[in-house]
């Protein structure tokens, strides 16, 4: 039996890895911020796999590529420890609390700068006569409004 073209799967079991399988959890892909992958082809030896990084996660900037198995099958104690994770994603997404109306000398600033946004009436009917007119700047909430 030519024991090249046989793969062994070193991930832990899991949907598409059900099977009896001896070498199933011994991938040293960091549990809690990557996600084991084997890797077909690589032949009977160890690191036929690759670590990505779960979800909620994401590779260190210096890194460009999921960690391969290879490289952290050979990796020393100290540098498996210090290297081979991912960072969590620090965005938490809120909703505003309380909203505030600008003051009016500010909101007199935004008219200088943008002039189109006066004169907006909320009840105005939108007519393609005034979309097409030339002769002003239109002010865009209007002409976005649908009824």
């Known amino acids: 039996m030519d024991f090249e073209r046989v793969d062994i799967n070193q991930c ?35 690191g036929g796999y690759q670590c990505r990084c779960r979800p909620s996660h994401r ?16 990796a020393t104690p100290k540098q498996y420890h210090s290297d081979f994770g991912c960072d969590k994603v620090g965005f938490v997404q809120r909703l505003p609390q309380q909203w505030e109306q600008a003051p009016g000398w500010l909101r007199d600033q935004y008219l200088e700068k943008f002039p189109n946004y006066k004169d907006y009436d909320e009840n ?23 009824r």
């Open 12 to 46: 832990p079991k899991g949907k598409g890895n059900d099977g009896p399988n001896r070498f199933a959890g011994t991938a040293k892909c960091k549990r809690d911020t990557t996600e084991c992958e084997p890797l077909h082809g690589y032949g009977f030896r160890r």
């Open 59 to 74: 590779r260190p900037n210096n890194v460009r590529r999921p960690y391969l198995g290879e490289i952290i099958e050979r």
């Open 124 to 146: 105005a009917n939108p007519s393609i006569e005034q979309a097409q007119r030339r002769d002003s700047l239109r002010n865009p909430d209007q002409m976005l409004k649908v």
